[in-house]
């Protein structure tokens, strides 16, 4: 049987079929708190519920799913998962400087783009990509 974070947050939002009633206890075992708190933190309408489980995060994994199981309206629920976005140029001019990300940051800033357009010129070894 597989434990997926999909099972958990589809039973919490939509399907409301309860996942930890079941004979099986590895449904309470494989069950992530933090993940499902931050999965839910992504609504309006689930955000404060989300606070309030990260607050009363010392609860077992059993309590916090029954709250939110039992206090989340019926609703479909779906987001794509929140990545850092990754900065264009951004590698070209740490190789270049030898600066770190924070660094690099900062001068990406003030580099105009004939100056990254000549800094990945100077970068560019030649071959097949």
Known sequence: MSYELKDYLNSINFSKEYLMDEQDPQWEKKY?????????SGFVDTIMFANEMNLNHQLPSKLQYDFLINIVRKRKRFSP????????????VKSYYGYSNEKAQQSLKILTKEQIAFIKQKLDVGGKR
């Open 81 to 92: 998962w929140l990545k850092k976005e990754k900065i264009q140029d951004l590698d070209a």
């Open 32 to 40: 992530a708190p933090f993940i499902i708190n931050k999965c839910m």
